[in-house]
């Protein structure tokens, strides 16, 4: 395995204040990576469960209109864009296992009470609506908790740790999508109780994960809201750090936004296909992304930031060529090349900020990662929606992909981001 960076890790050592008060870390031996993947696969193969499952309850169950089907679905995803900073916080302050434990147990308990109303036959839109905004907001405060553990237990080779991670996630959430189709036999009560238990599984494993010393802190209570803006503040002043935020809301923005939207309506109206057609289409991106990761693991990448770019580069090609026209078969295979091109965005540019996120804001500053992704790909997704009406499907994808190359330009003459290790 090729060695990604110099010195010890961060994740391969625990966390001592010097005398001056600030945090240094000294090494330790690290353990409990294992126990850590399970957890990760238990939280989104939960989750892909999650994906299917509420939808089917909404269209399927409920038979809701479109609106409240959108209504529906952004209460799972609002609590995330508003509590995300406020969750890394808190993980700053509390005991990441710990904490991430809790957050498995909530989950649980939701989706075990959704199940019993569904069971009685007695759910509706805003109960749903209810859950939703609960489910969210746990996820708000779990995915903080997450990427921090992850620093800790990832020992000398964070790279290889966060592929891992990544290959773990996007495999899981798609096997959980499988399970959950089973729901078309046996109703959404056993599948929701099904989904219940892979959630505890996680809370469960945590357990084998080494506890952190944490930095002495005010209390988790005693939080004020200048707190939730140190990770901005943070990310704002180290540009190892803020240059990758631009690039992950760059494809919140310009990627996922005519993913979501340009894709499923290529498929429909430019190809004449249904759902099996678009099933596969959706399935690749995920695919390559996950096949990417295994590559990486073995092969590492010396220059993160300029692979970033690249990787950025690549997407946009690909969405070039997509939008210039081209039969169904090739829209497959781009696709394919496009998620492999997304997976060693994903992997790198994660990696930069886990190295770079100090120990007593670790938290906090990997929020910020996550909101890049979380609050772009809604305002990327409403955009490509009037872009449609606009310019049309390929004129979407083309604008997208040339606003992307002119960013990336730009970041590769005027930042030192194709420098960063």
């Known amino acids: 395995m090729t060695r990604t960076d110099s010195g010890p890790s961060p994740a391969a050592s625990d966390q001592v204040p010097s005398p001056q008060g600030a945090l240094v870390e000294t090494p330790v031996p690290v353990s409990g990576f294992g126990s850590f993947a399970i957890g990760v696969g238990s939280w989104f193969g939960a989750w892909g469960m999650q994906q299917v499952l509420f939808s089917w309850i909404v269209v399927g169950e409920l038979a809701a209109e479109a609106e409240w089907v959108g209504i529906a679905q952004a209460s799972t995803m609002i609590p995330s864009t508003f509590l995300l900073l406020a969750g890394g916080a808190v993980a700053d302050r509390f005991e990441p296992r710990r904490m991430l434990a809790l957050m498995h147990v909530l989950a649980a308990l939701a989706v075990l009470g959704l199940a019993m109303a569904s069971l009685q036959g007695s759910v509706s839109l805003g109960e749903l609506i209810g ?20 620093s800790r237990v990832a020992g000398e080779d964070l790279m290889k740790a966060v592929t891992t991670m990544t290959a773990v996630q996007f495999g899981a959430q798609a096997a959980g999508a499988l399970v959950a189709a089973f729901a078309r036999l046996t109703g959404s009560p056993p599948m929701l109780v099904l989904q219940s238990g892979v959630f505890l599984i996680g809370a469960f494993v945590q357990r084998k994960v080494p506890p952190a010393a944490m930095p002495t802190r005010r209390p988790a209570s005693e939080l004020r809201f200048a707190d939730f803006l140190q990770g901005v503040q943070k990310v704002a002043n180290e540009e190892r750090l803020w240059a990758p935020t631009v690039l992950v809301v760059a494809v919140g923005l310009f990627f996922i936004g005519p993913y979501v939207v340009v894709f499923p309506l290529l498929v429909r109206d430019t190809y004449g296909l249904g759902v099996d057609a678009l099933s596969v289409v959706l399935m690749l991106f995920p695919l390559g992304t996950i096949v990417g990761s295994l590559v990486l693991r073995i092969r590492g990448v010396r220059r993160k930031g300029r692979a970033a ?113």
């Open 309 to 421: 770019l690249l990787a950025l580069v690549c997407g946009a090609t690909m969405q070039i060529v997509i939008g210039a026209g081209v039969p169904y078969w090739a829209f497959v295979v781009l696709t394919l090349i496009w998620g492999l091109g997304g997976s060693v965005f994903i992997n790198c540019s994660r990696t930069l900020f886990q190295e770079s996120a100090p120990v007593h804001l670790r938290g906090s500053v990997l929020a910020v990662y996550q909101l890049g992704f979380m609050g772009a790909a809604p305002i990327g997704t409403f955009l490509s929606g009037f872009a449609v009406k606009q310019f049309g499907l390929h004129g979407t994808l083309l604008i997208g992909a040339t606003s992307m190359l002119g960013l990336v330009l730009w970041m590769a003459t005027r930042t030192r981001t194709s420098r960063m290790a």
């Open 131 to 150: 859950y939703g905004l609960v489910i969210g907001t746990v996820q708000a405060f779990s995915m903080p908790a997450r990427d921090a553990l992850l």
